[in-house]
């Protein structure tokens, strides 16, 4: 089993960053590959970042590109994703999760360990 937690979200004006953190217990994050999605009211779960296991690839969506990057503290149990440039578009719930798979990581269904979402909102 994995627990994660996330923290980092916050209300922040359109062009500023935040850096969510994702601190994960019960096991070593490095034995997973690690993403982060975002969701609004009505809309389904949309992936935004994400870092394999092992090698240690990302991806990422278009909309971040350039903007967003993702990192993990191997250490500290932990991954983060580092926002910069924020637009209001970028409102939303932000999950990490974990899961054990290399392929069709932005789906959310390759995930079995979900934390509690954090609140991004960017105001215009």
């Known amino acids: 089993q994995v627990q994660l937690v996330e923290s980092g979200g916050g209300l922040v004006q359109a062009g500023g960053s935040l850096r969510l953190s994702c601190a994960a217990s019960g096991r070593p994050l490095s034995g997973y590959t690690m993403g982060w999605f975002r969701q609004v009211p009505g809309k389904e779960r949309e992936f935004v970042f994400c870092i394999t296991r092992g090698g240690g690839t990302k991806y990422y969506a278009d909309s971040v590109k350039g903007r967003f990057t993702i990192s993990r503290d191997n250490v500290k149990n932990t991954v983060y994703l580092e926002m910069n440039s924020l637009k209001p578009e970028d409102t939303a719930v932000y999950y990490c999760?974990?899961?054990?798979?290399?392929?069709?990581?932005?789906?959310?269904?390759?995930?079995?360990?979900w934390g509690q979402g954090t609140q991004v909102t960017v105001s215009s």
């Open positions: 999760a974990a899961g054990t798979g290399t392929v069709g990581v932005a789906t959310p269904a390759r995930y079995e360990y």
